[in-house]
């Protein structure tokens, strides 16, 4: 029986978790739809980027940069902290949706998880079918996106689960390498980081 990996990971998870807290605290504007970032506190110097929003990104704003830095390249940018007790409750929520459909999830992250789908095709259909509707009930009853990665193996599931995001199945499967993995720069390899590249 051939093995089948899903990688899920929460699509800017402290972000994501941030904006879903404060719109149920009742702010009306969604964090992820402006130039946003969850920042340490800069009063203990701790005052560096966590996470940012897609739009923060367009400003050129860099996870682990200065909140300095960060305001210096978009004035208007919203810092908000971060809840680590919220986000840990949405992470339990997640495996929990998980572990509804295989007894085998590997949590892998506060935001991230490997989940051994083998021989579950005779409950749930075409596993890149059954991703995308994993995919979007995530979406509906917890409110945030994200990406799954499916292959043969888990490091193959969670070089897929990086390509284009948010929201998003990808396969990469051996027969795909060389159509999706070779043209890729050899920091997107898993534990690849500068000084290796």
């Avoid at 992470?91 to 295989?102: E, F, G, M, Q, W």
């Avoid at 979406?139 to 945030?144: A, E, N, P, S, V």
Wanted: proline residues 6%.
């Amino acid at each position: 029986m051939s093995k089948i990996y899903f990688h899920v990971d929460v699509n800017s998870a402290f972000l994501s978790w941030s904006a879903l807290k404060h719109m149920q605290d009742g702010e009306t504007v969604d964090l992820r739809t402006i130039p946003s970032v969850v920042g340490g506190d800069e009063a203990k110097r701790h005052g560096v980027v966590l996470a940012k929003s897609t739009p923060a990104k367009k400003f050129g704003i860099k996870t682990g940069e200065s909140l300095f830095a960060a305001r210096t390249k978009c004035p208007g940018l919203t810092i908000v902290p971060p809840d680590f007790d919220f986000y840990v409750r949405n992470s339990k929520a997640l495996i929990a949706i998980l572990n509804d459909y295989t007894p085998d999830v590997e949590q892998y992250s506060i935001d991230e998880a490997f989940c051994d789908m083998t021989g579950t095709s005779s409950l749930y259909g075409n596993p890149v079918d059954f991703a995308h509707r994993l995919k979007d009930e995530i979406h509906t009853r917890l409110g945030f996106t994200v990406n799954i990665g499916i292959s043969s193996n888990r490091l193959l599931a969670k070089t897929a689960s990086d390509f284009e995001k948010p929201d998003k199945v990808h396969t990469l499967f051996p027969s795909e390498m060389e159509e999706k993995f070779w043209p890729l720069p050899i920091e997107d390899l898993f534990f690849v980081g500068k000084s290796t590249a």
